[in-house]
């Protein structure tokens, strides 16, 4: 079966076989028991354990299984609905554990396509391999995507790196870029319990070469986060986690529970 990866190496086309990915120029890639398959060679790996650990890959799980993000992994499938071609291809560039990916896949299914994520967290990739069975992941950088040119019809980065160069590259012309992040209020009350001084986030709208805007669709929701683990999973799962004083986390793990608002901009291009 043919794949929408290609090999890392040479970059010909890869066909799925039973345990492993190979390429006509007899590269060959082994496919773990999960289902996913590593396509970050070597020579691109900056330690022995890119991307997030499994303590924050299954942090994220817990938060995101919470649903807590519904609203914004409801309005990407509507805008998938809204804006792609029948039968595409999407990838998830950045798809951490498959949460947003497997409600992605659910709906270009349906469509009559397919879905492929990637991510440099091999822990986070065997979450959403065993999430999807039905698609496919691999552990890759999305600075070097495996991935043909002008491959995929929608791509979709929810707060992950933004590899704009790369997604022009493997986007066809006219297909569609979901890229998602944090509104300036995003995570407000759990910054001000962590911060003296809490700040907002940057609010712009940045252009890029080769893409051109359609839309910036604002998402907001607001929840409870009801349990100590809960409130810890959604800590362990943002940037505040690794540059936050002592004292502002000793402050957040004496809360019992925590309202917090969601406040997300999802910024909606064309690949021209």
Same mark, same amino acid.
């Given at each position: ?15 799925? &076989? ?40 299954? *942090? ?18 509507? @805008? ?27 709906? $270009? ?18 979450? *959403? ?9 691999? $552990? ?30 493997? @986007? ?8 998602? $992040? ?6 407000? &009350? @759990? ?22 805007? !359609? ?56 690949? !021209?």
């Amino acid at each position: 079966m043919e794949s929408l990866f290609c090999c890392p190496i040479c970059g010909k086309g890869l066909g799925r &076989e039973p345990g492993r990915y190979s390429c006509p120029r007899g590269h060959s890639f082994d496919l773990a028991k999960e289902g996913y398959v590593n396509l970050l060679p070597a020579n691109r790996q900056h330690s022995k354990a890119p991307g997030d650990d499994r303590e924050m890959a299954a *942090a994220r799980t817990r938060f995101l299984e919470g649903g807590w993000y519904g609203p914004l992994r409801e309005t990407l499938c509507a @805008l998938v609905e809204k804006y792609v071609p029948q039968a595409p291809a999407l990838l998830d560039a950045g798809c951490g554990e498959g949460w947003y990916t497997a409600a992605l896949a659910e709906t $270009v299914a349906a469509m009559g396509g397919r879905t492929a994520g990637v991510d440099l967290s091999k822990p986070a990739v065997k979450k *959403a391999a065993r999430r999807l069975p039905g698609g496919e992941f691999a $552990v890759a950088s999305v600075y070097h995507l495996p991935l043909g040119d002008g491959s995929v019809d929608v791509l979709t980065d929810c707060f992950s790196p933004l590899a704009a160069k790369e997604f022009y590259r493997v @986007l066809k012309p006219g297909g569609i870029f979901l890229y998602v $992040v944090p509104a300036p209020r995003h995570l407000w &009350e @759990l910054k001000s319990v962590l911060y003296e001084h809490p700040y907002e986030n940057e609010d712009r709208r940045e252009e890029y070469p080769g893409f051109r805007y !359609l839309d910036i669709l604002p998402v907001e929701t607001v929840f409870t986060l009801p349990t100590p683990q809960a409130i810890g999973d959604l800590y362990r799962m943002t940037p505040y986690f690794w540059k936050t004083p002592r004292q502002g986390a000793r402050r957040l793990e004496r809360l019992e529970e925590l309202t917090v608002t969601g406040q997300f901009r999802i910024h909606l291009f064309q690949r !021209l």
